[in-house]
């Protein structure tokens, strides 16, 4: 039986990870075994840079977070190394980042599951999302759309007015 004082942090532990579950906007489960030391410096120094907050955790504690958060259909792939990487603000930044590294790492590095807005979603789905342009790269090329549109108006309206002008000159 443990003691009073490990139940209570593993108490703790589990309900901080079930808060981390229920507001954040996405999350990925990965398989982290056999990355070096570099490899997971650099990873996470990137995962912090985009904002998203990555860690290795116990599949036995996650599993009753994710329980308490209603994402129980995460449990069937909490084995093995696990770790998580939450965001609260960009949807894609886990899978996008995640999703390179695994591909990049050739096997060692897998994902497991994920999760969006309350939902479970697979695999296949992480990868999508990780194939995805980043938020900032999407609002460019709205802008570019929107712009294009605009720019194609002036010129044709400066077109108009030119031939217009000459028209003018053309009587005198």
């Known amino acids: 039986m443990p003691s009073e004082k490990v139940l209570e ?4 532990i589990v309900a901080g990870l079930e808060e ?24 996470r120094k990137e995962l ?3 904002g998203v907050e ?5 599949n036995t504690l996650l599993r009753f977070a994710a ?14 190394t696990t770790a998580l990487a939450v965001s609260n603000e960009d949807a894609v930044a886990p ?12 096997g060692k590095f897998t994902i497991k599951t994920g999760f969006m807005e309350g939902k479970v979603i697979s695999v296949e789905e992480v990868t999508a999302l990780s194939k995805l342009p980043g938020r900032e790269q999407l609002l460019a090329m709205l802008l570019s759309a ?14 108009i007015a030119e031939k217009d002008g ?3 000159k053309e009587p005198a």
């Open 95 to 106: 899978a996008k980042i995640l999703g390179k590294f695994a591909e990049d790492s050739k």
């Open 20 to 43: 981390k579950l229920k507001t954040a906007v996405s999350g990925v489960i990965v398989d982290y075994k056999g990355i070096s030391v570099a490899d997971d410096t650099k990873l």
């Open 9 to 12: 942090t593993k108490k703790e």
């Open 67 to 80: 329980k308490n958060a209603g994402l129980e259909e995460l449990c069937p792939s909490l084995e093995g």
């Open 48 to 50: 912090r840079e985009a």
């Open 146 to 159: 929107l712009t294009g549109n605009i720019r194609g108006l002036a010129v044709a309206l400066n077109a």
């Open 54 to 58: 990555y860690k290795v955790v116990k």
């Open 166 to 168: 000459e028209s003018e």
